[in-house]
């Protein structure tokens, strides 16, 4: 009989069965199609041996006018900015005490230091770093005393602990992740206090890695409220930390989401060791807003937007207020006759989720509705109208703007907005909603890669706290598919030749770099694989016997000498039947000339009235593309 050509639709389709979708694909992982065809996905590599503390949920890369090359990193602990693949910290201060206002205390035989300063305000995990303090006389020294911690523990409002340790033993930026903190153990001699000239600078509070939700036994940061009591949870310290940040010119203005707004002078003679300082705290600053769940500078028209700020004359948020500076002026909020500054107040849902700015508006979302804000001029300054009711958005970091169209994944839907608000028609919803944890959707972040125009929602699936897996919209081929893959922040090739993606190991990536997974030294491969619906022969009636395939498939740019792909047919006898019989060939390789040459042809022996295609491989340095594969099959009667 002739050969039976294999071809199937591009893209994943999980909202039929497999044997009704066929013709199509109906599983993958770490594979793409790129003009009709599968291939597997590119690799990734550390950017530099550095890291960084706590969870990554906020990059911003911008050039400054000395073209330094600045990538904001926010993470749950701290915010820096990466450059020569090193981390500076820039976490604003929160609090730094009078001379005096800190003593110490330790105990013989310990490396646990008490601390006490009266309404310390600080919670578990917080940072601090002392200076002025003297030995306490034994062997926890000036030197000892004089850095950065980690606050273990919170004794009550006015004492807390830390861990002695030697000086340098435990950087802020860890190397290859390779670090053991020497802690300091005191002895008989450590009787001092410190001295009267102990000074203690407190940053702001860390944000939660893990987000939680309620009041109760269990709730919040570990020590939160009162012994025996209930915990409440603080819009701040107790949920999620998550980052917004834009440039007004060189400078990068920061916001903690329903936290302070921060301000970043990169002009200064030294900024890398600089911090950023509270945005009321500027030189000429009226009436700053402290408080804002996102901060946009927009490009055309040079205003320092804050969403959900609180009022003016008030330090209480309001959730659906937004404010607006002076134009060329990020400290001026103060509304008068001569300057630009005001506010606009939503009427529409109970707050402001998120705000994204494209080419010609700014798209704000609410928990119920979407509207456009549009720069008018004087004596209005900006308008703002709603759009569409009843649109959901999942995350802060759920939408992305894409030249002229805004990508966003809502609680249950996909829509994107290019004019009007339309559903996108997705081929995996079900497949991505019934496996999502709900509860942590303030993780799900949107992504570009716009090398292979794709929309990537990275989110986690429901049996997980951390997101694992992606779904990609390709809006040139109009195609869904998906795959898991752990990552917390992500920012497209532009300053950078690739994608740069944030690990939750503390190490950043640069995406579509390589074949393997850099994570891993030495590299590891990356397992990809994909499989297609259910497929007969007629009307399936008949059993099919299939004695050999042709394949079809391309390891061009592969650096391994034989690179190989597994492929395996299925066979089954009834759509919701086991998959009873399976049978693989290893394809290889063989020769590395300008002309592919791989196996001639697979020999397999399997029978079923209905089968399916897997090609897989799990091999380091290289990647492969699928073409229209062959196979000798003949009908084989119906028993």
């Known amino acids: 009989m002739p050969l039976t050509k294999l071809q199937f639709q591009p893209g994943i389709n999980r909202e039929s069965t497999s044997y009704s979708n066929e013709g199509g694909w109906y599983d993958m992982d770490k594979v793409r199609f790129r003009m009709g065809y599968p291939e597997k996905i590119g690799g990734w590599t550390k950017l530099g041996i550095k890291s960084f503390l706590g969870s990554c949920r906020a990059l911003h890369p911008w050039r400054t006018i000395a073209l330094n090359n600045y990538l904001g990193v926010g993470t749950s602990d701290k915010y820096y900015i990466e450059e020569g693949q090193g981390y500076y910290d820039i976490t604003p201060i929160r609090e730094t005490t009078s001379a005096g206002d800190v003593t110490f205390a330790a105990s013989d035989g310990s490396s646990t230091i008490t601390v006490t300063d009266t309404n310390h305000g600080a919670v578990i995990g917080d940072f601090v770093t002392f200076s002025g303090a003297v030995s306490l006389g034994g062997l926890v020294t000036a030197d000892v005393l004089n850095q950065e911690y980690k606050i273990n523990s919170i004794v009550d409002d006015n004492n807390y602990t830390i861990t002695a340790r030697e000086v340098n033993s435990v950087a802020i930026i860890t190397v290859d992740g390779e670090y053991t903190p020497v802690a300091v153990t005191a002895n008989t001699s450590d009787s001092g206090n410190g001295g009267s000239s102990v000074v203690g600078a407190y940053q702001i509070n860390t944000g939660l890695d893990t987000s939680v939700f309620g009041n109760g036994w269990g709730a919040g940061t570990w020590s939160r409220g009162a012994w025996n009591s209930a915990a409440v949870i603080d819009t701040l310290t107790d949920t999620l930390r998550l980052w917004s940040h834009d440039n007004f010119g060189e400078d990068l203005i920061i916001n903690v989401y329903n936290g302070g707004i921060y301000y970043w002078d990169a002009s200064v003679v030294s900024p890398l060791t600089s911090r950023a300082v509270p945005l009321s705290s500027l030189a000429g600053a009226s009436n700053a807003p402290t408080v804002a769940a996102k901060v946009i500078v927009s490009d055309v028209d040079r205003h320092v937007i804050a969403f959900g700020a609180n009022s003016l004359g008030s330090a209480t948020q309001d959730p659906l207020l937004i404010r607006f500076s002076d134009q060329e002026n990020a400290a001026d909020w103060t509304p008068t006759t001569t300057n630009t500054a005001g506010d606009l107040l939503i009427g529409s849902g ?233 049978d693989d060939s290893i394809i290889t390789k063989t020769a590395t000339v300008p002309v592919e040459q791989f196996t001639n042809q697979a020999n397999i022996r399997l029978r079923g009235r209905s089968m399916a295609l897997r090609v897989d491989s799990n091999e380091t340095g290289m990647t492969w593309r699928l073409g229209s594969p062959r196979m000798d099959v003949r009908q084989d009667g119906r028993r």
């Not at 809006?475 to 598919?481: A, E, L, P, S, V």
């Not at 590299?523 to 619906?533: F, Q």
């Open 350 to 582: 109970s707050r402001i989720v998120t705000a994204l700015e494209t080419r010609q508006q700014i798209l704000v979302f609410t928990d119920a509705s979407l509207h456009v804000m549009q720069y008018l001029g004087p004596p209005f300054t900006f308008g703002i109208n709603m759009i569409s009711e009843n649109v959901t958005i999942a995350s802060p970091n759920s939408a992305i703007a894409i030249e002229d169209n805004v990508f966003w994944m809502g609680s249950n839907e996909f829509y994107t907005y290019g004019g009007a608000v339309q559903k996108l028609p997705c081929t995996v919803r079900d497949y991505v909603f019934s496996d999502f944890n709900q509860n942590q959707s303030e993780k799900v972040f949107a992504a570009s890669n716009t090398s292979f125009s794709e929309v990537w929602w990275y989110y986690p699936s429901a049996d997980s706290a951390n997101v694992d897996r992606y779904v990609v919209y390709n809006y040139q081929q109009n195609i869904w598919y998906y795959g898991t893959l752990t990552r917390s922040a992500w920012i497209d090739r532009g300053l950078e030749q690739n994608p740069i993606a944030a690990g939750l190991d503390g190490y950043l990536y640069t995406h579509e770099n390589g074949f393997d997974d850099g994570s891993q030294n030495p590299a590891a491969a990356i397992s990809a694989y994909i499989e297609s619906s259910q497929f007969d022969i007629g009307d399936g009636n008949n059993f099919s016997f299939v004695s050999r395939i042709i394949p079809d498939v391309t390891f061009r740019d592969s650096t391994v000498s034989s690179p190989s792909v597994t492929f395996t047919m299925k066979a089954r006898n009834f759509p919701g039947g086991n998959y009873l019989q399976e």
